[in-house]
């Protein structure tokens, strides 16, 4: 399952959540970004940013997967930020998925064991482990389950539990809202057959979109002559009003769809949380739509 993508928006939304994590309180306020290191051609997964500028930065590496390289390659990115930025303090933070991933390659390892947090190791599933002993509906807890329940069954039996722990959190809303897009990308992952509202039906009570006007419009057009135009339109209007962005944002996007898959994306609408949901919605269709 993809991980890395998801791991930075859960986490660049709280990161006080990672530094919970790896075990230590900061002694300021931290945002995520992502840079790109020129002379490597690659992104970090994530640099955390303090307000204050005499205070640590910390280079952050997300492994899901078995790499003999991955201490080597934060120590890198450390000391290319530090040869851009002499004069800041720079640390890391090595987050693995599983304990079983760190090979605790040397000499790096050993700066795990310096009491000033200069070189910190997460392992994910042992945090998660012990933060749901203490709290079973803490809202990450939640979250996670799409990614490490193994049991389908227990899946679907579930999900509509564990999305109501994040969704009646008490986290602000933009937070609560990339855990519950999280949440729906790995419960898509999980059940790849079913269709992106079938998905989202075993833990969304939805609202009935058949009984809006736009809604209405939209099918009596559909009925009527399928007119993809003004079908586009509407729900460009929907999307527009939902994200509380602007129509000239989303029409472009919709000119490649058919009249049927912008139906199914009206349909799909009130299901979706952010903007990202939608978009993302729109290049899989795309994807189909190009490979028939």
């Known amino acids: 399952m993809k991980t890395d993508k998801e791991l930075y928006k859960l986490f660049s939304s709280c990161p006080q959540l990672l530094f919970e994590a790896a075990n230590f309180k900061p002694d300021d306020k931290y945002s995520m970004v992502s840079i790109t290191f020129k002379e490597f051609e690659r992104r970090t997964d994530g640099l955390l940013e303090p307000v204050s500028d005499d205070k640590p930065v910390y280079l952050v590496e997300f492994q899901a997967y078995w790499d003999n390289t991955v201490y080597h390659r934060l120590i890198m990115e450390m000391a290319a930020y530090g040869k851009e930025n002499p004069k800041r303090d720079i640390r890391g933070i090595l987050v693995f998925t599983n304990k079983n991933l760190d090979l605790k390659t040397l000499p790096w390892h050993e700066l795990t064991k310096s009491d000033k947090n200069i070189f910190k190791v997460v392992y994910l599933e042992t945090f998660l482990d012990d933060l749901e002993k203490k709290n079973p509906d803490h809202p990450l807890v939640s979250t996670f389950k799409p990614y490490r329940e193994k049991d389908k069954k227990i899946l679907k039996q579930k999900a ?88 000239q944002r989303i029409s472009p996007r919709l000119r490649p769809l058919q009249t049927k898959d912008i139906m199914d994306l009206g349909d799909s609408l009130l299901a979706m949380n952010t903007f990202e949901d939608a978009l993302r919605w729109i290049n899989e269709r795309k994807k189909v739509i190009q490979g028939t």
């Open 160 to 247: 509509r539990h564990w999305y109501h722990n994040i969704n009646s959190s008490s986290l602000p809303k933009p937070v609560k809202e990339s855990f519950e897009t999280v949440f729906t990308r790995w419960m898509q992952e999980r059940f790849v057959n079913l269709s992106y509202k079938e998905v989202t039906q075993m833990f969304v009570k939805l609202t009935p979109l058949e009984e809006t006007r736009s809604y209405k419009e939209l099918v009596t057009l559909g009925e009527k002559s399928g007119e993809k135009k003004a079908a586009g339109k509407i729900v460009a209007r929907i999307m527009a009003k939902k994200f509380d962005t602007k129509i």
